[in-house]
């Protein structure tokens, strides 16, 4: 027989999961809350009004396209307050029409109700931060805007959204993204190409019907830190056709630098939208790299993801010098489009420039470990840790030993560079007024 106390505690555990995985709940809870938050934000808020802030009021499109007025303190130029912005935007909270977590909020014309997958996000109140923003605010924004509220609607429960209102707290200290990029962003003297993940399958593409062969490089801190041990992987580096930003170190060191980059366009999230487009367009790829049978089980994973995908040769990296006019000769003869090699950095950017003339690729991409992740090798950090920006982190906990020099150390070192260029371009710049 089951003691008492055991089936008390069991049956308030089961109570609580099915609260926690409830789907449709009253905004209740956001009102409330959302109510004493404004309370205590209503003397600041007065404050900036008195000091010259104004509101400024846009509509908004609620809960079954219903119109609402989302609010925020703006100065004489109409640019948002720093901090204070944002509070009047608890007031559509208490009334209701918003709630802490939930899809994007959207203008007038941005919402189809004909369209199904707009109703369904269009059934749940928009909240004062989404999954969109948060995933906005650590450049990894990578399916588009609908597609990330319809996921969230259909997976949507209370710990979900505390989840996402906790990384959107953390988030936030990234500081406010802004709405303009310029074309490159510079990095400690390496130039990334400002580009988004969709933009970036189009530009390796883009040989395809103008245009010699492109070598690609993705470009992230330990990279840069090499670059200054190696002066000739800076040269190859900074002289690739397309170079992309990746990780979140690459976004702190931009907003540092005054040179935002746009998204984080790393190798691993870009390889199915490449794999998509090329089954697509009935084009094919060539594996070459990592270590004897991990790149067929890479083949396997396309195989099975994308069946109409050409996978036109695999080949290892392990194959000594000798050898290599063998290799070369392999993807020669395969005619592949696209010629994917994870050699790791620096080795596979200068072998693709040593021999990219030779081969019959439209682009040559330096891809590093992502074999690794597709043949099931190493699994990927989950999501929320994604989202926050600190997949790292989990390579580390994964890897310590091998990681922890490139991780601790390698990010402490470029950090430092990249604070001592902000501090000392000042002054260079003084002096060369001065020299002038």
């Given amino acids: 027989m089951t003691p008492l106390p055991c089936l008390f505690h069991n ?24 109510g004493i938050a404004l309370l205590a934000a209503a003397p600041m808020i007065c404050l900036a009004v008195l000091m010259g802030g104004r509101l400024e009021r846009t509509i908004k499109l609620g809960r079954y396209g219903r119109r609402f007025e989302s609010l925020r303190l703006v100065n004489s130029a109409g640019e948002a307050l720093p901090i204070l912005g944002g509070l009047p935007a608890l007031i559509p909270i208490v009334r209701g029409q918003m709630m802490w977590v939930g899809p994007e909020a959207r203008g007038l014309k941005a919402l189809d109700l004909q369209d199904e997958r707009s109703r369904q996000i269009s059934s749940v109140p928009p909240g004062l931060v989404s999954t969109w923003w948060l995933r906005n605010q650590t450049n990894v924004a990578f399916g588009g805007q609908i597609a990330t509220d319809v ?3 259909a997976t949507r429960t209370i710990r979900n959204d505390l989840g996402i209102l906790i990384r959107s707290c953390l988030a936030w200290f990234y500081g406010q993204r802004t709405e ?16 988004t993940m969709d933009e970036a399958v189009t530009e ?16 992230n801190v330990d990279c840069i830190n090499l670059t ?19 990780g979140i170190g690459l976004r702190i060191a931009g907003r540092l630098l005054g ?42 994973w ?10 036109a040769g695999t080949r290892h990296g392990y194959f000594s010098g000798t050898e290599e006019p063998q290799v070369m000769e392999q993807i020669r003869h395969s005619q592949a489009t696209v010629l994917l090699v994870a050699f790791g950095a620096p080795r596979q950017e200068k072998w693709i420039r040593r021999n990219l003339e030779k081969l019959p690729v439209v682009s040559a991409l330096a891809v590093g470990g992502l074999f690794d992740f597709y043949s099931g090798r190493i699994p990927r950090a989950p999501q929320w840790l994604r989202e926050l920006g600190l997949e790292w982190t989990y390579r580390l906990y994964q890897e310590p030993k091998r990681m922890w020099r490139r991780y601790l150390l390698g990010n402490t070192v470029f950090l430092a560079r990249v604070l001592w260029e902000r501090w000392t371009r000042p002054r260079n710049n003084a002096k060369e007024i001065r020299a002038i």
Avoid at 180 to 195: D, P, Q, S, V, Y
Avoid at 204 to 219: C, D, N, T, W, Y
Avoid at 228 to 246: A, C
């Fill in 11 to 34: 049956t308030r555990r089961k109570h609580l999961t099915r609260l926690m995985q409830s789907k449709w709940l009253d905004n209740s809870a956001s009102r409330w809350t959302g």
């Fill in 151 to 153: 996921d969230y609607v």
């Fill in 180 to 195: 303009r990029f310029e074309k490159e962003a510079a990095i400690l003297g390496i130039t990334i190409h400002n580009t």
């Fill in 204 to 219: 390796i593409l883009k040989p395809l019907h103008h245009g010699r062969a492109r070598q690609v490089s993705f470009v």
């Fill in 228 to 246: 200054f041990k190696d002066p000739d992987y800076r040269h190859v580096l900074q002289t690739s056709d397309l170079r992309l930003g990746d």
């Fill in 259 to 300: 040179s935002e980059v746009q998204q984080n366009v790393n190798g691993t999230d870009l390889f199915p939208k490449l794999c998509a487009e090329l089954e697509l367009r009935g084009e094919s790829l060539f594996l070459i790299g990592a270590r004897p049978g991990v790149v067929d089980d890479v083949a396997a």
């Fill in 302 to 311: 396309i195989h099975k993801s994308y069946p109409k995908l050409l996978v």
